[in-house]
């Protein structure tokens, strides 16, 4: 999936893009003004629930479907395994875009060594997308709780 021609700069976006709004719109966009080509790794239903506990409202082929039709972005992946490395090493980004919440920590640090023995830049982003799909979550369980069923 290498698609690195002269001196294209490909940008890697990750994230899980469950219940799309334009947060992570804005992201995308953000992104593709600073690489020739973006990557967008949609994570899959099983790293979801690894990372926040539960698993995407908007299951995987869809959020794919919905990031791959964005127009700011030239490929979407899958991304199966925690190891950004191990990502590199199948799409081969010169650039990774993360929110700014990983900014100072350890993780943060981590990805950045772990990116700079193989040339990749870290860059970050002010990150709202969390928040938002966070709260928009939030007003889907407060209808789920107080509308009656045939309401939704």
Request: glycine content about 6%.
């Amino acid at each position: 999936m290498t698609h690195h021609v002269g001196t294209h700069r490909v940008g890697y976006a990750p994230g899980v893009y469950d219940l799309f709004h334009v947060g992570h719109l804005n992201i995308l966009r953000h992104a593709r003004s600073q690489c020739d080509y973006l990557v967008a790794g949609v994570v899959s239903d099983e790293m979801a629930r690894l990372a926040k506990g539960r698993d995407p409202v908007v299951p995987l082929v869809e959020r794919l479907e919905i990031v791959r039709s964005v127009r700011f972005v030239d490929a979407a992946f899958v991304e199966t395994v925690p190891d950004k490395v191990e990502t590199w090493h199948q799409v081969r980004f010169d650039v990774i875009f993360k929110g700014d919440d990983w900014r100072g920590t350890d993780k943060g640090r981590r990805l950045e060594r772990d990116f700079a023995a193989v040339g990749v830049e870290v860059v970050y982003f002010p990150y709202t997308v969390h928040t938002s799909s966070t709260q928009l979550r939030r007003a889907l369980d407060v209808l789920a709780v107080t509308a009656p069923p045939e309401a939704l």
